[in-house]
């Protein structure tokens, strides 16, 4: 079975950069901070403590690449040839597993739909960038 590791490596490394933009001021992060239910403490001493949010972003980066890992062994496994095959097996993956799965984290925590949404979509935008990559350099 052919992967291409530096391709799982690199969809780890977007999905963390889209991560960093999808939940920035820029973007979602105020509103997300402000549905997450941590108290402001939290957030504010993520964003100082230089050796904490490192450790963060490692273990979130290995979890990325797994997911990227796992979506390659998929992508292989079916026979993908294009980035449409990419798209749409990270879609159907999002759908049937993750989108779910994070909405029982949504009934039984009593988020917001707007928490729910902004979580799933990103992960939704991490897998579909991870498929075209993934099929790009195959």
Same mark, same amino acid.
């Given at each position: 079975?052919?992967?291409?590791?530096?391709?799982v490596?690199?969809?780890g490394?977007?999905?963390?950069?889209?991560? =960093?933009?999808?939940y920035?001021?820029?973007?979602?992060?105020?509103?997300?901070?402000?549905?997450?239910?941590?108290?402001?403490?939290?957030?504010?001493?993520?964003?100082?403590? +230089?050796?904490?949010? #490192?450790?963060?972003?490692?273990?979130?980066?290995?979890?990325?690449?797994?997911?990227?890992g796992?979506? #390659?062994?998929?992508?292989?496994?079916?026979?993908?040839?294009?980035?449409?095959?990419?798209?749409?097996?990270?879609?159907?993956?999002?759908?049937?597993?993750?989108?779910?799965?994070?909405?029982?984290? +949504?009934?039984?925590?009593?988020?917001? =739909?707007?928490?729910?949404?902004?979580?799933?979509g990103?992960?939704?935008? #991490?897998?579909?960038?991870?498929?075209?990559?993934?099929?790009?350099?195959?």
């Amino acid at each position: 079975m052919y992967i291409n590791f530096l391709a799982v490596f690199l969809a780890g490394g977007v999905s963390l950069f889209l991560a =960093w933009a999808w939940y920035s001021n820029f973007l979602f992060g105020r509103q997300w901070r402000a549905l997450s239910g941590l108290p402001d403490e939290y957030h504010q001493q993520m964003a100082t403590d +230089k050796k904490m949010m #490192a450790q963060t972003m490692l273990i979130y980066f290995v979890g990325l690449v797994l997911m990227a890992g796992v979506l #390659a062994r998929v992508l292989f496994y079916m026979g993908a040839y294009g980035v449409m095959d990419g798209i749409t097996t990270a879609f159907w993956m999002w759908i049937g597993f993750v989108a779910p799965c994070m909405l029982g984290m +949504k009934l039984w925590e009593r988020k917001t =739909w707007a928490y729910y949404f902004i979580n799933v979509g990103y992960v939704l935008l #991490a897998l579909v960038v991870s498929g075209v990559i993934l099929m790009l350099w195959h």
